[in-house]
Every structure is written in C-alpha cells, then in structure tokens.
C-alpha cells in the first residue's frame, strides 16, 4: 500500500486549516455567550457608525491617540476606562489553541470595523 501523495497530504492539511479557521469566531461567540448573554449584542453595537460620525465606535475605540498632552493622557484613560466597561475579562477562552488566539489578536489589529456579504467580520453572531 503506497501513502499518499504529497499534493493529496496538503490539500487534507489545507482543509483542516480551513475548517479550523470557520470554527474559531463560532467557538469565541459561544465563550462571550456563556459569559454574558448581553456581551454580543453589546460588541454588536461597537460596529454601528453613529450619524454624523465617520468612524464606528469600534475604530475609535480601537485607534490609538498620537499626541502625549494632558488632554490627551486622560482621553486615553477614559477610552480604557470605556474598553474595561465590557469585561471581556470574563470571557473564558481556554478551549481555543493560543496561536490561533494570536491570530486572532492579529487580524484585529490590523482590520477595520466592516461588514461583508452580511457576516460581521468580528465574528459576532447576529442578534
């Protein structure tokens, strides 16, 4: 019996990367759920661009301030303040391996607030 080929061993690699990739906003949305009911809906908001703004509240929560003034030390503070509001704390992750976890982080990082094709990107179910 010969093993298979190296093309047919990455494609099943790839599959399993790819399901594994599909499961991970699943499996974060269940652990904010267990922690919070309220906690979806709450992140859910985050994503709405209020009138008169550019930006959804997400991205300004998410932008970092540039200048180092007073003002803007204690905007900081209250923007830190704002983001510990959600106890994401709580929010039990162990189930999920760490380095997707940091892809994860990653990705958010270096995305913006958006919706596609009806999904939300931030892996938050709709309520």
Not at 14 to 20: L, M
Not at 48 to 61: A, M, Q
Not at 73 to 87: K, N, Q
Not at 107 to 115: F, N, W
Request: net charge positive; aromatic share 4%; glycine share 4%.
């Amino acid at each position: 019996m010969l093993p298979p080929s190296v093309s047919v061993l990455a494609r099943q690699v790839s599959e399993a990367w790819t399901a594994a990739e599909r499961r991970l906003p699943e499996a974060v949305a269940r652990a904010a759920h267990r922690a919070d009911p309220g906690l979806a809906p709450t992140l859910a908001q985050l994503l709405v661009v209020p009138k008169g703004r550019r930006v959804s509240e997400l991205e300004r929560l998410r932008t970092p301030l540039v200048k180092s003034t007073c003002t803007v030390m204690v905007r900081a503070m209250e923007r830190v303040e704002e983001i510990s509001a959600f106890a994401l704390g709580q929010v039990s992750l162990s189930r999920v391996p760490v380095n997707r976890l940091l892809t994860l982080a990653w990705y958010g990082q270096l995305s913006k607030a958006r919706r596609s094709s009806g999904r939300r990107s931030c892996g938050v179910p709709r309520c």
